[in-house]
């Protein structure tokens, strides 16, 4: 019932060599990495494939609690997860979309 989430753009971070605050790299394109652990699209895209797995996995708790394989506690649990899940996803993506409406205005 609930779909996966394609792929996001190539935005990525450079880890900076002289222990200075890290940026975005313009040589590359913007294409560098978070300390070495891959891109921001990547963790991003990380985050939203766990919050889609959350949100399964409260619907599959609720649809074997109707077939009374399920206590109440295992789907409040499972519920709420997926509520906190999906409130930290919307509030990211409020952040994300600030962001780029801010990043819009700016006088070249």
């Known amino acids: ?4 989430i394609s792929g996001i753009g190539p935005l990525q971070f450079k880890p900076a060599l002289d222990g200075a605050d890290a940026g975005v790299s313009p040589a590359q ?8 652990g891959g891109s921001f699209a990547d ?3 990380q985050a939203a494939s766990r919050t889609v797995g959350t949100l399964q996995n409260a619907e599959q708790v609720s649809m074997q609690a109707l077939k009374g ?5 295992q789907v409040v649990d499972a ?8 409130q930290t996803a919307v509030a ?4 994300v979309v600030s962001a780029y409406l801010e990043i819009s205005r700016m006088g070249i």
Do not use: C, E, F, H
């Open 1 to 4: 019932m609930i779909g996966g």
């Open 29 to 36: 394109g913007g294409a560098a990495s978070i300390g070495g």
């Open 43 to 45: 963790l991003l895209n």
């Open 69 to 73: 394989d399920a206590d109440t506690r």
């Open 79 to 86: 519920v709420m997860s997926a509520q906190q899940a999906l």
């Open 92 to 95: 990211i993506r409020d952040k």
